[in-house]
């Protein structure tokens, strides 16, 4: 089985400091993290605010993609 380019980008959902935000790789959209779930998963809540969700694969946004967030959401507070 191949590894895809997103695994090797992965980080460990415990590692994930609450308010940063985060690209669930499942899921293929970003998250603000709220917290974490046991040492394997981390909960996620769309920018816009909405419902929470757990995500095990996550990795850290590009500078694009975060560029990219901020000038779509210019009240966006988060930790990086």
Same mark, same amino acid.
């Given at each position: 089985m191949a590894t895809r380019e997103t695994d090797e980008l992965a980080v460990e959902p415990?590692?994930?400091?609450?308010k940063s935000l985060v690209w669930d790789i499942d899921k293929?959209?970003?998250?603000?993290v709220m917290g974490h779930h046991g040492g394997d *998963?981390?909960?996620? #809540?769309?920018? *816009?605010?909405?419902?929470?969700?757990?995500?095990? #694969?996550? *990795?850290?946004?590009?500078?694009?993609?975060?560029? #990219?967030?901020?000038l779509r959401n210019p009240d966006l507070k988060v930790v990086q």
């Open positions: 415990q590692g994930c400091k609450l293929d959209v970003p998250g603000v *998963r981390v909960q996620l #809540r769309a920018i *816009r605010g909405g419902r929470e969700w757990d995500a095990t #694969r996550v *990795r850290r946004l590009t500078g694009a993609e975060l560029s #990219r967030i901020e």
